[in-house]
């Protein structure tokens, strides 16, 4: 199964150098978003709503979605994906798929994403990695697309956050505000954003009547070494410490 998908433009990849972030529309068609959106609302009304994660109370989600759906598997293992990403991560030969999820924001159910890094939880040995946020239906930006702080993948690991009250990026790094935020997003099905896990991004509550509904897949550089790093997805899957991540788990993707 071959999803179509364009690719990255000379542009976007120096903005994304740049800045940390950006915007690619529409990455694919809207027939293809459509049909996305229809498999996605039946994962996630299959989805546990109890409440145990700061996580949990900012999006709703539904971990490793390629691994059980064949559509959001294809879109994840696509080439023009790997290239893009490479792309991107300027100085990567090659990238892994690391993890891949649909996200759910309801109106009156989740709050805001507090600002905070993807990277500080990771147990690879460098930080080249980024996620592609995917828009399946319209989100405009009062339905909480996210915004980011324009270069701020440059300060290197800031730190956790979701770990207590408080310790969003924002509260433990003041200095940030300094950075200028990227504008609100109107987003339409199809488009998507993509970030460095290095950079410092958030979104705001849903203020709309209907669930903002997106897919993410985040790639990294394939020639990371696993550190060790107590982590619950790489737990027990006999990772060797200082080895590349060689495991059907992390399939490579090469231009």
Same mark, same amino acid.
Request: aromatic share 8%; charged share 25%; with cysteine.
């Given at each position: 199964?071959?999803?179509?998908?364009?690719? #990255?433009?000379?542009?976007?990849?120096?903005?994304?150098?740049?800045?940390?972030?950006?915007?690619?529309?529409?990455?694919?068609?809207?027939?293809?978003?459509?049909?996305?959106?229809?498999?996605?609302?039946?994962?996630?009304?299959?989805?546990?709503?109890?409440?145990?994660?700061?996580?949990?109370?900012?999006?709703?989600?539904?971990?490793?979605?390629?691994?059980?759906?064949?559509?959001?598997?294809?879109?994840?293992?696509?080439?023009?994906?790997?290239?893009?990403? #490479?792309?991107?991560?300027?100085?990567?030969?090659?990238?892994?798929?690391?993890?891949?999820?649909?996200?759910?924001?309801?109106?009156?159910?989740?709050?805001?994403?507090?600002?905070?890094?993807?990277?500080?939880?990771?147990?690879?040995?460098?930080?080249?990695?980024?996620?592609?946020?995917?828009?399946?239906?319209?989100?405009?930006?009062?339905?909480?697309?996210?915004?980011?702080?324009?270069?701020?993948?440059?300060?290197?690991?800031?730190?956790?956050?979701?770990?207590?009250?408080?310790?969003?990026?924002?509260?433990?790094?003041?200095?940030?505000?300094?950075?200028?935020?990227?504008?609100?997003?109107?987003?339409?099905?199809?488009?998507?954003?993509?970030?460095?896990?290095?950079?410092?991004?958030?979104?705001?509550?849903?203020?709309?009547?209907?669930?903002?509904?997106?897919?993410? #897949?985040?790639?990294?550089?394939?020639?990371?070494?696993?550190?060790?790093?107590?982590?619950?997805?790489?737990?027990?899957?006999?990772?060797?410490?200082?080895?590349?991540?060689?495991?059907?788990?992390?399939?490579?993707?090469?231009?």
């Amino acid at each position: 199964m071959e999803i179509p998908v364009r690719q #990255v433009t000379d542009d976007e990849a120096a903005f994304f150098i740049e800045h940390g972030w950006v915007r690619l529309g529409r990455l694919v068609p809207p027939d293809v978003a459509a049909e996305l959106r229809e498999r996605a609302a039946g994962y996630l009304r299959e989805r546990s709503k109890s409440r145990r994660t700061l996580v949990d109370e900012a999006f709703g989600q539904s971990r490793d979605i390629a691994a059980a759906d064949e559509l959001f598997g294809a879109l994840a293992l696509s080439p023009a994906m790997g290239q893009g990403a #490479v792309r991107l991560l300027r100085g990567v030969r090659a990238v892994r798929v690391q993890v891949t999820n649909l996200l759910v924001k309801e109106a009156g159910e989740h709050g805001a994403t507090e600002f905070h890094q993807d990277f500080p939880w990771m147990p690879m040995d460098r930080s080249a990695m980024l996620t592609v946020w995917l828009a399946l239906a319209d989100v405009p930006a009062d339905m909480g697309s996210l915004r980011f702080y324009d270069g701020s993948h440059r300060y290197g690991l800031l730190g956790r956050s979701f770990t207590r009250p408080g310790d969003d990026q924002l509260t433990q790094h003041p200095w940030l505000k300094e950075l200028e935020l990227s504008p609100p997003l109107d987003l339409r099905a199809g488009d998507a954003t993509v970030h460095h896990a290095l950079t410092v991004h958030g979104a705001p509550a849903n203020r709309r009547d209907r669930p903002r509904l997106s897919f993410t #897949v985040t790639y990294f550089d394939a020639d990371a070494l696993y550190t060790g790093l107590p982590y619950q997805q790489t737990d027990g899957l006999g990772l060797q410490i200082n080895r590349p991540f060689e495991h059907e788990r992390f399939p490579c993707l090469r231009p």
